[in-house]
Nanobody, 121 residues
């Protein structure tokens, strides 16, 4: 069974980096059949797709975050990570990692439970 679990600090100070890790079980990066995505939901707003990393390391980011975001993977640990620099209170959200099926246009079929991150001094 595929499981994804987000981890990282729940509180980040403004101007610091927001860093989260997603640990995957029941699946690996070694197949082109899947992609790996970060998504967030801010209070009172809808889901925001942040970016994706493919099995070969290629990354794609939403334009509004492109100057601040990076997604990387550690194949040996079966993890992928999100790094968002110069966080602001507007980055306060529940952050989700998810698997996408490339043959379905990266439709996300498995999600982590989500982790709350608050950006505040």
């Amino acid at each position: 069974q595929v499981r994804l679990q987000e981890s990282g600090p729940g509180l980040v100070k403004p101007s610091q980096a927001l860093s989260l890790t997603c640990t995957i079980s029941g699946a690996t990066f070694t197949t082109s059949a899947y992609s790996w995505t970060w998504i967030r939901q801010s209070p009172g707003k809808g889901l925001e797709w942040m970016g994706v990393i493919r099995y070969d390391g290629r990354t794609y980011y939403t334009p509004s975050l492109k100057s601040r975001i990076s997604i990387s993977k550690d194949t040996s640990k079966n993890q992928f990570s999100l790094n968002l620099i110069t966080a602001t209170p507007e980055d306060t959200a529940v952050y989700y990692c998810a698997r996408g099926v490339t043959g379905w246009g990266d439709l996300n079929d498995y999600w982590g439970q989500g982790t709350q991150v608050t950006v505040s001094s």
